[in-house]
Nanobody, 119 residues
């Protein structure tokens, strides 16, 4: 069974930084795109950033220039460096990965990590 485990969330003041990590484990044949999404109560989950296996990235307009997504293919891990954080970045952040395992290909989600930006 493939699992995605996130870490690095927490409470930070406006203007501060956080780094999220997400590691995939299990019997994994390959991983395609990996990404970060976020969700606040009462709203739909939205894309924050996504990176292909080759390293091509795309970002939500609201985070461009402040967040950077990266990955370590050897460790099946994706990172999200978040700088200049704003209160509106407060949300539960979820990791997502397109994984090929012994049963085929499908998308997996992590359990989520809370990010709170507040003074």
């Amino acid at each position: 069974q493939v699992q995605l485990v996130e870490s690095g969330g927490g409470l930070v003041q406006p203007g501060g930084s956080l780094r999220l990590s997400c590691a995939a484990s299990g019997v994994i044949l390959s991983i395609g795109a990996m990404g970060w999404y976020r969700q606040v109560p009462g709203k739909q989950r939205e894309l924050v950033a996504r990176v292909t296996r080759a390293g091509f990235t795309n970002y939500a307009d609201s985070v461009k220039g402040r967040f950077t997504i990266s990955r370590d293919n050897a460790k099946n891990t994706v990172f999200l460096q978040m700088n200049s954080l704003k209160p509106e970045d407060t949300a539960v952040y979820y990791c997502n990965a397109d994984v090929v395992d012994r049963f085929g290909g499908r998308g997996y989600w992590g359990q989520g990590t809370q990010v709170t930006v507040s003074s």
